[in-house]
């Protein structure tokens, strides 16, 4: 069964505006971590934002955030005030100890174009 | 510059050859993994090793096989390898030991592989 679910293969957005990347996740186990990685064109995978399952307040970093809504088992991820540098393949992530702790689940990912 | 270094970038081989990805890793990390990427597919863990010892191995077929020399260097050796194996295979690393829910995976570039 899939684990995590990216059910945008493609988005826009204009630059400086803001972009939601949806992210829903499938687990039964109440301690795991979510996370979203960036993939640019050169191929390495850039860590952005980490939500643990008992974390109170939702991630931010920059200006990336976390919209985590544990009920509905979605882990959005927010860009505010695109840069054309946004432009990249976006991926969910997440880890339980149910499966093991060093597995580190990804989605199919989200391609993001930033249009000037 | 990347903390984990991959090499080489781009790799074609036929079939019947022998071949080695060469992963390694500055950051004083103890556990490293071998990710396989297939266009529109997630990533696929295939090895894991935690303080040099191996302990994931995602039924990945024996014309794989990793190494792990110290904590630094990872290897993944290839033979006789198919079409369907062409992909970008990702080395990445992490602090290592057990049950670490929020720890984050570094990565490297990637190896671009090419099965004719």
């Known amino acids: 069964a899939q684990k995590i679910t990216q059910t945008q293969p493609g988005m826009f957005v204009q630059e400086k505006e803001a972009v939601t990347l949806d992210c829903t996740y499938d687990t039964s186990d109440p301690s795991y971590g979510l996370f979203w990685y960036k993939q640019p064109s050169s191929g390495e995978m850039i860590f952005l934002i980490y939500?643990?399952?008992?974390?109170?307040q939702n991630a931010t970093e920059g200006r990336y955030s976390l919209n985590f809504q544990k009920a509905r088992k979605s882990a959005n991820l927010v860009i505010s005030a695109s840069q054309l540098g946004d432009s990249a393949m976006y991926f969910c992530a997440m880890r339980d100890l149910q499966t093991g702790a060093n597995n580190l689940f990804f989605g199919t990912g989200t391609r993001l174009t930033v249009i000037p | 510059e990347t903390g984990v270094t991959q090499t080489p970038r781009h790799l074609v081989m036929g079939m019947t050859n022998k071949k080695s990805l060469k992963c390694e890793q500055h950051?004083?990390?103890?556990?490293m993994y071998w990710y396989k990427q297939s266009a529109k597919k997630p990533l696929e863990l295939m090895f894991v090793y935690n303080f040099k010892e191996q302990t994931e191995n995602n039924s990945v077929p024996s014309r794989f096989s990793p190494e792990c020399p110290n904590s630094s260097h990872l290897f993944l050796h290839l033979h006789t390898l198919q079409p369907e194996d062409s992909a970008l295979y990702l080395c990445a690393s992490s602090r290592g030991g057990r049950d670490n829910i929020n720890e984050k995976l570094f990565f490297g570039s990637g190896t671009q592989l090419s099965v004719l």
């Open positions: 939500q643990g399952s008992y974390d109170q």
């Open positions: 950051l004083g990390h103890n556990a």
